[in-house]
T-cell receptor, first 114, second 114 residues
């Protein structure tokens, strides 16, 4: 059972480049989310999905796109990277939306935009 | 809208001393509260959660938190810390039925010195 897998773990991008952060879970979880973590800011919700084909914006969605074509995968796309997107990105998933349900976090993806 | 305030960004303590990490929340509806821990260069792990019932919740490694509705607080305490407790601690809140949309505080870095 791999849990939540994020790739790549580390990435350096040049301003204006595009890339996709991958997130996959093998637990058949309906609910998936992307957060970014910045020093002194905690984690902030970027986008989330409540099932295949359904996504919505979180607190800081600008500059990011997501899709959910399968239950397992929830990729996060940076269309034109900016230095302000330098951050650590975490993907999370859960089976149900009830707060008592366990949320599984990936190990994070460290992104630097130069 | 809900928000979470962690009153201390850094808390240095000596080994075996007691510690309290403070968390206040604001919300117009009933909320569910969490404490997460992040060890260096790792993802987030759930430490404990308050859903309902007893206002005092405990973790397996000696931490406890008390939900205080009148003061809108959920402070985390440990009577005697270990060096291995050095980590960043995040308080988080969500409304019912939406554990995929957590609102995090900015984090408190607990440093335990010998």
């Amino acid at each position: 059972n791999a849990g939540v897998t994020q790739t790549p773990k580390f990435q350096v991008l040049k301003t204006g480049q595009s890339m996709t952060l991958q997130c996959a879970q093998d637990m058949n979880h309906e609910y998936m989310s992307w957060y970014r973590q910045d020093p002194g800011m905690g984690l902030r919700l970027i986008h989330y999905s409540v099932g295949a084909g359904i996504t919505d914006q979180g607190e800081v969605p600008n500059g990011y796109n997501v899709s959910r074509s399968t239950t397992e995968d929830f990729p996060l796309r940076l269309l034109s990277a900016a230095p302000s997107q330098t951050s650590v990105y975490f993907c999370a998933s859960s089976l149900e939306s009830y707060p008592g349900n366990t949320i599984y976090f990936g190990e994070g993806s460290w992104l630097t935009v130069v | 809208a809900q928000s979470v305030t962690q009153l201390d960004s850094q808390v240095p303590v000596f080994e075996e001393a007691p510690v309290e990490l403070r968390c206040n929340y604001s919300s117009s509806v009933s909320v569910y509260l969490f404490w997460y821990v992040q060890y260096p260069n790792q993802g987030l792990q759930l430490l404990l959660k308050y859903l309902s019932g007893s206002t005092l919740v405990e973790s397996i490694n000696g931490f406890e938190a008390e939900f205080n509705k009148s003061q809108t607080s959920f402070h985390l305490r440990k009577p005697s810390v270990l060096i291995s407790d050095t980590a960043e601690y995040f308080c988080a809140v969500t409304k019912g039925g939406s554990n995929y949309k957590l609102t995090f505080g900015k984090g408190t870095l607990l440093t335990v010195n010998p």
